[in-house]
């Protein structure tokens, strides 16, 4: 079974911080994403990457970055943490077109 | 815009009462359709994937099916362990393997 990881269930932070996500997946393949999910709008892409050292912006990019140094190995970081941007977040990881995206089992992240 | 909408948001069934969740979506060039089952506190968890119209797929109690407009995931005879958050997305052509989800259905089924 593909499996992909995040590294903390819940996690409490303070509006300033910089804040890292992280996600590792033992699929070997190319693709990752991150999401955030709430309620009433469901899940939204945050940024996903192609390849190693590659980003891509999704539908709502602003307060973020991503970092992927390695295949497996996907963060996500708040560059200086909001209250909005309290949320549950969530990993996929997939391979090519037409194929499905796994999830992991999210973050849930408040921002105080 | 590209969007999908899901309907009901909620649903309670009796166990044992069959129903359908629609997924309807508007995309310029669809690669693929996917349904997924969230458990509270849980990441999504893949159901079925749905390529061209008239395609149909099942798995136990479910059964997805395709439309050029839309998409159902039919529940036979339901019980208590299919309660969940069943969500919807689509792939489209332009836009790599990215997905658009839709906002999903919660659905509770009681004995």
């Known amino acids: 079974d593909v499996k992909v990881t995040q590294s903390s269930r819940y996690l409490v932070k303070r509006t300033g911080e910089k804040v890292f996500l992280e996600c590792v997946q033992d699929?070997?393949?190319?693709?990752m994403f991150w999401y955030r999910q709430d309620p009433g709008l469901g899940l939204r892409l945050i940024y996903f990457?192609?390849?190693?050292?590659?980003?891509e912006k999704g539908d709502i990019p602003e307060g973020y970055s991503v970092s992927r140094e390695k295949k497996e190995r996907f963060s996500l970081i708040l560059e200086s943490a909001s209250t909005n941007q309290t949320s549950m977040y969530l990993c996929?990881?997939?391979?090519?077109?037409?194929?499905?995206?796994?999830f992991g089992d999210g973050t849930r992240l408040s921002i105080l | 815009e590209d969007q999908v909408t899901q309907s009901p948001e909620a649903l309670r069934l009796q166990e044992g009462e069959s129903s359908s969740l629609n997924c309807s979506y508007t995309?310029?060039?669809?690669?693929?359709l996917f349904w997924y089952r969230q458990d509270p506190g849980k990441g999504p968890e893949f159901l079925f994937t749905?390529?061209?119209a008239g395609e149909e797929k099942e798995k136990e109690r479910l059964k997805a099916t395709l439309t050029k407009k839309e998409s159902f995931l039919h529940i036979t005879a339901p019980k208590p362990e299919d309660s969940a958050t069943y969500l919807c997305?689509?792939?489209?052509?332009?836009?790599?393997?990215?997905?658009?989800f839709g906002k999903g259905t919660t659905l509770s089924v009681s004995s």
């Open positions: 995309v310029s060039g669809l690669r693929g």
């Open positions: 990457s192609y390849d190693v050292k590659m980003k």
């Open positions: 699929m070997d393949h190319e693709n």
């Open positions: 996929a990881g997939g391979t090519g077109s037409n194929q499905p995206q796994h």
């Open positions: 749905l390529y061209s």
């Open positions: 997305a689509v792939q489209r052509y332009q836009a790599g393997t990215a997905l658009i």
